[in-house]
């Protein structure tokens, strides 16, 4: 499970980064090197998220509407088997379809904005729309809250907490601001 999300947060972060423009107007230039040049040792975690947006592109990330990604996992159902698969997501909105395409089981899950459908009976993933970096988008949103991550962690970060309890902790770059985990 843990690797179909790293798969897909890898796959996520390289489709914004290559989305982006490589010039940019006055003002977004300065909001993004005010956003850059931040001081995050005491920096509060609302202000840390929105270096680490503006870094990962800002309102173009913010105000995309939709998002296909492709790629390959390997899918294990036990600790010691893992069986190579690929993977579809198409994200428009809070809607999404996630696809996973192996010799095993093949696994459809359907969210249409109201209810989930899946191909396998009693069978649900979390909402892929409420972790990784589809929270970015939203850490203005009402319902979404941004918290600092653990005490005990000793890397810089901040937690995306969802209206429904799900949760994705982001640990950024000192220099680049861009998530590294």
Same mark, same amino acid.
């Given at each position: 499970?843990?690797?179909?999300?790293?798969?897909?947060?890898? $796959?996520?972060?390289?489709?914004? @980064?290559? *989305?982006?423009? =490589?010039?940019?107007?006055? !003002?977004?230039?300065?909001?993004?090197? #005010?956003?850059?040049?931040?001081?995050?040792?005491?920096?509060?975690?609302?202000?840390? $998220?929105k270096?680490?947006?503006? @870094?990962? *592109?800002?309102d =173009?990330?913010?105000n995309? !509407?939709?998002?296909?990604?492709?790629? #390959?996992?390997?899918?294990?159902?036990?600790?010691?088997?893992?069986?190579?698969a690929?993977?579809?997501?198409?994200?428009?909105?809070?809607?999404?379809?996630?696809?996973?395409?192996?010799?095993?089981?093949?696994?459809?899950?359907?969210?249409?904005?109201?209810?989930?459908f899946?191909?396998?009976?009693?069978?649900?993933l979390?909402?892929?729309?409420?972790?990784?970096?589809p929270?970015l988008?939203?850490?203005?949103?009402?319902?979404?809250?941004?918290?600092?991550?653990?005490?005990?962690?000793?890397?810089?970060?901040?937690?995306?907490?969802?209206?429904?309890?799900?949760?994705?902790?982001?640990?950024?770059?000192?220099?680049?601001?861009?998530?590294?985990?």
């Open positions: 499970m843990k690797k179909y999300l790293v798969a897909i947060c890898i $796959a996520v972060l390289s489709f914004s @980064a290559f *989305g982006q423009d =490589k010039k940019q107007s006055g !003002k977004e230039n300065e909001k993004a090197k #005010t956003a850059v040049l931040a001081d995050n040792k005491n920096a509060a975690p609302l202000d840390l $998220a270096a680490t947006l503006a @870094a990962h *592109g800002g =173009k990330l913010k995309m !509407k939709t998002l296909v990604v492709r790629g #390959t996992a390997d899918i294990s159902g036990s600790p010691t088997m893992t069986f190579p690929t993977f579809a997501t198409v994200f428009a909105g809070d809607k999404y379809r996630l696809e996973l395409i192996n010799a095993m089981q093949p696994f459809k899950q359907v969210y249409d904005g109201q209810q989930t899946s191909s396998m009976n009693n069978f649900y979390p909402p892929i729309n409420r972790l990784g970096l929270l988008q939203k850490i203005e949103a009402e319902g979404f809250t941004v918290s600092a991550v653990s005490e005990k962690s000793k890397k810089k970060g901040f937690r995306i907490t969802s209206p429904e309890g799900y949760f994705t902790d982001f640990f950024i770059d000192d220099k680049t601001k861009q998530i590294k985990s």
